[in-house]
Nanobody
Framework: QVQLVESGGGSVQAGGSLRLSCAAS????????MAWFRQAPGKAREGVAR???????QYADSVKGRFTISSDNAKTTLYLQMNSLKPEDTAMYYC?????????????????WGQGTQVTVSS
């Protein structure tokens, strides 16, 4: 059974850093399309970063140059390193994955979702 469990969220001041982790069970993260999404209060959930075995990591324009997505194949874990955090990065962050091609942030393509981890950035 596939399970995704996020951790690493917390509160940080603007300009700070956090690293989110997503522990996967039931499959190896590097063999599928994996992504991080986020949802701020009152806003729609949006894609932040995605990665697959065969393509370059892709990022939302709002996080390019600040966030880095990676996976640790041995530990079946997905990461999101977040630097230079801004108050507008405040959101619940979700890890997600699916078996298909990794071309978009179309949420309907993602079969597996974690419960989320909260990130709060204060000014």
């Amino acid at each position: 059974q596939v399970q995704l469990v996020e951790s690493g969220g917390g509160s940080v001041q603007a300009g700070g850093s956090l690293r989110l982790s997503c522990a996967a069970s039931g499959f190896t993260v590097s063999t599928y399309c994996m992504a991080w999404f986020r949802q701020a209060p009152g806003k729609a959930r949006e894609g932040v970063a995605r990665i697959s075995t065969y393509g370059k990591p892709q990022y939302a324009d709002s996080v390019k140059g600040r966030f880095t997505i990676s996976s640790d194949n041995a530990k079946t874990t997905l990461y999101l390193q977040m630097n230079s955090l801004k108050p507008e990065d405040t959101a619940m962050y979700y890890c997600a994955g699916h078996r298909l091609g990794c071309f978009t942030f179309n949420q309907q393509d993602f079969s597996w979702w974690g419960q989320g981890t909260q990130v709060t950035v204060s000014s």
